[in-house]
């Protein structure tokens, strides 16, 4: 197959690359990305002289643009968002325009040039928050912040394209992933990488908000399934299966890196901070997925590559990031 990948250059896209041309090493894969402060051509350096690897960078709100990458193209798996809820609340315009506008632009060149499929990631966010049970795929969404509002709206308007058009989309809603090359933004690798340089570690709220825990690699084994096996118009999720506390895991991060539990500093809540998401993957497990990695092998894992990748995270916590995260947390 010859792949279009969007997005590719962040977390989740850059390991689904590697992925895709490790375990299908007859595929092509073409990957635009806007480079946004998340997107980091460092993530698949490795790739850059591999003669299966094209880089195009551009926005995925362009139709010419993403017209243009098309050519050839088999099947397209939509990476490219804006993924973190904390900016969504301090500036959500971007949010907007590539969590939905440029789903639809996706949507019409599908359409228009009768791709195969159009594989959409989406998230477990959409459910809302959930107290007791798992959400299943047949659940209304019900988005609580601009985040998952804005890609609750993309889910929306790729079903209605195959409702009305019968363009062949799929989506996959995983929960939270980590591992390696996640943007220090996120709980894990944030929490990582202040507990490494002795730094405090934010906890918002009381610390009993829970996720749902999947290793990134388990993801890309079940996108990649999805993308392959999955029906048209239907949604899968995808669940790690290890649902935990936020002040447990944060726990496990300071004993993994040998630091003092007094690291930890309460911090005001997130406004509308969801309390827990959890799914249910029956779905995905009768496609024949299920995790392969433990959540504690997984977790010590991504400790030592953060441990073993100073080179590659150091850079990304000055400048930028320096300014958002005195903005967020006055720390
Ligand atoms: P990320 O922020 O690490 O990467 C996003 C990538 O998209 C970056 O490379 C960025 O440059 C690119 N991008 C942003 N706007 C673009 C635009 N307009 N045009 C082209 N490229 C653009 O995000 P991630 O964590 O890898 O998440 C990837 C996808 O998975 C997102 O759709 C996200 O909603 C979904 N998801 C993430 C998680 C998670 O835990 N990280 C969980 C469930 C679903
Ligand atoms: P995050 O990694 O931002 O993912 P999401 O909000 O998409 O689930 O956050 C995971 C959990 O960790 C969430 O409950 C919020 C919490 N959290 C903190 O307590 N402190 C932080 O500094 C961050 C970034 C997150």
């Not at 895709?20 to 993530?43: E, I, M, Q, W």
């Amino acid at each position: 197959m010859k792949l279009l990948v969007t997005g590719g250059s962040g977390f989740i896209g850059s390991n689904f690359i590697r992925h895709v041309l490790t375990t299908h090493p007859d595929d092509r894969v073409v990957n635009l990305d806007k480079l946004t402060y998340a997107g980091n051509p460092a993530n698949l350096a490795d790739l850059e002289r591999d003669p299966r690897y094209t880089f195009v960078q551009g926005d995925v709100c362009d139709g010419k643009i993403v017209r243009d990458a098309c050519r050839g193209v088999d099947a397209i798996v939509n990476f490219a968002a804006e993924s973190h809820v904390d900016r969504s609340l301090m500036e959500p315009d971007a949010f907007l325009k590539t969590d939905v506008f440029g789903v639809f632009t996706l949507l019409e060149a599908v359409r228009e040039l009768k791709i195969a499929r159009l594989l959409h990631i989406s998230t477990d966010e959409v459910y809302g928050s959930v107290e007791r049970g798992s959400s299943r795929e047949s659940d209304p969404v019900r988005p609580s912040n601009p985040y998952s509002a804005s890609k609750a709206g993309g889910d929306l308007l790729a079903l209605a394209y195959w409702h009305t058009h019968r363009v062949p989309v799929v989506i996959t809603r995983s929960s939270n992933n980590f591992g390696p090359y996640q943007y220090p933004e996120k709980v894990i690798p944030l929490f990582v990488t202040n507990a490494l340089d002795d730094q405090p570690l934010p906890l918002y709220g009381d610390g009993r908000n829970v996720r749902d825990w999947l290793y990134v690699l388990d993801n890309c084994a079940g996108i990649d399934l999805v993308l392959r096996k999955g029906a048209d118009g239907e949604v899968y999720n995808i669940g790690g299966g290890h649902e935990v506390e936020n002040v447990v895991l944060t726990r496990q991060i300071l004993q993994l890196t040998g630091r003092p539990e007094t690291l930890i500093r309460p911090v005001k809540d997130r406004p509308g901070h969801d309390r827990r998401y959890s799914v249910d993957s029956k779905k995905v497990h009768q496609l024949g997925w299920t995790p392969r990695h433990r959540f504690g092998d997984a977790l010590r894992a991504t400790v030592e590559w953060y441990k073993g990748h100073e080179a590659w995270w150091r850079p990304l916590k000055s400048g930028e990031f320096r300014a958002y995260y005195e903005r967020q947390y006055g720390l």
